[in-house]
């Protein structure tokens, strides 16, 4: 059957917006990004052109900008103070994937062969990025049969990751919420620079803001690109050593701060919800590239390095947040960020927050303490760490 593209787009808002009314009537225990992801890996193998995503809008062009203006808004979502007080966070995600590696590189070794083993790793501990590295690396060694490997493994362990994460976060919510409710604001929190104890605040920034009459969408979109434009530069600079995603979030944050850019400006523009949804659905669209019976005949391994690693990883995380009062729901859940990365972790965590919060105040305190803990881990588990194993990992071959 051929698609046009208003139909290609109408299937996709389809699998999305299934996916949400789930994550609704469940109160969040099944994250939508779970459920759309499996609606995709049925269309699919189905009836869904392996192009859908594309034809709907979604394709490579979109997504560049996408990532880069969706960065720099969250940017805007937190204060310097508090990006710098999630150092905690980005200790506990990276010693959890120093305990994927050492069962996966231990027990996993004792089942699995050399190579099945090197391959699936990387992509366990990050995102695409690693996956492709390690996929190319196969094959530029000849090791054909395990190509598609590391993108399966990239594939999987997402299904795995989203719903444990949920069920860490509505844990580690409703404890929040109830200290909340009995005692008022931690004072940990209010130290760490919460938007909570912020809100209403009224001084003066370096640049002045804009007359309101200028603070249009178009206006609003440009400075934010700007900024983009600048981070993709200063990371040329670094000669790619440093994530231009990276960047984006921290020039978001620098750049509010001095009055450049709006508090929350995609949300001022009208534009999150619209990119936040192509993003997600580009994501979902690297699903296409594996048919059920290459899944079927590497399931195996791949389940049995994911269960592997997820221990490792609760394990190693559990332990190191406790020496920086982490709860192991909260450890465990900055330390999965590495199964999914960005978006993911944005939505599956205000996902949570709205359905564990009964008022606006109690739902912006747990986005104060939640979101910045899982977008940090997330950026340095998938965006860092993973590609660094990836490119050491390749050498192992």
């Given at each position: 059957m051929v698609f046009t593209s208003v139909e290609c787009f109408l299937i996709v808002m389809a699998f999305l917006l299934i996916g949400e009314v789930v994550s609704e009537k469940t109160k969040a225990y099944v994250p939508s990004v779970f459920i759309s992801a499996v609606l995709f890996l049925i269309g699919f193998w189905t009836f869904a052109p392996k192009d859908i995503v594309v034809r709907a809008s979604f394709g490579k062009e979109f997504i560049q900008i996408t990532m880069s203006l969706l960065l720099v808004h969250l940017g805007t979502l937190m204060s310097l103070r508090k990006l710098i007080a999630q150092w905690k966070a980005v200790v506990v995600a990276v010693c959890g994937i120093?305990?994927?590696?050492?069962?996966?590189m231990s027990v996993g070794l004792l089942l699995f062969d050399w190579h099945t083993v090197i391959a699936a790793t990387p992509p366990l501990t990050g995102g695409i990025v690693a996956a492709l590295l390690m996929s190319e690396g196969l094959?530029?060694?000849?090791?054909?049969?395990l190509a598609v490997l590391p993108i399966a493994m990239f594939i999987t362990h997402s299904f795995f990751g989203y719903p444990i994460t949920s069920w860490c976060l509505k844990k580690?919510?409703?404890?929040?919420?109830?200290?909340?409710?009995?005692?008022?604001?931690?004072p940990k929190v209010i130290k760490e620079g919460s938007m909570f104890q912020d809100e209403g605040n009224s001084r003066?920034?370096?640049?002045?803001?804009?007359p309101e009459a200028y603070q249009t969408a178009p206006m609003i979109?440009?400075?934010?690109?700007?900024?983009?434009?600048?981070?993709g530069w200063l990371s040329k600079l670094t000669g790619g050593a440093v994530n231009q995603y990276v960047i984006c979030l921290i020039l978001g944050v620098v750049f509010c701060e001095l009055g450049f850019l709006e508090e929350q400006s995609l949300v001022k523009a009208g534009v999150f919800n619209w990119l936040i949804a192509g993003l997600l659905a580009y994501v979902f669209s690297q699903l296409s590239s594996v048919t059920p019976s290459q899944l079927l005949g590497i399931i195996g391994p791949i389940i049995v390095l994911i269960i592997l690693g997820i221990l490792?990883?609760?394990i190693m995380s559990m332990l190191v947040g406790k020496h920086f009062g982490f709860s192991k729901e909260m450890a465990f859940a900055c330390a999965l960020t590495a199964l999914f990365g960005f978006p993911a972790d944005y939505v599956i965590t205000t996902e949570v927050c709205k359905s564990v919060g009964t008022t606006e105040e109690e739902k912006n305190y747990l986005v104060d303490i939640l979101l910045p803990r899982m977008l940090v881990g997330g950026f340095m588990t998938v965006s860092i760490a993973s590609v660094i194993i990836a490119s050491i990992f390749l050498k192992l071959l």
């Open positions: 120093c305990g994927i590696m050492a069962l996966t094959k530029a060694k000849g090791i054909t049969t580690e919510g409703k404890r929040i919420v109830k200290g909340f409710r009995e005692s008022g604001p931690d003066k920034k370096l640049i002045p803001a804009l979109l440009f400075k934010v690109i700007l900024v983009s434009m600048l981070a490792g990883m609760f």
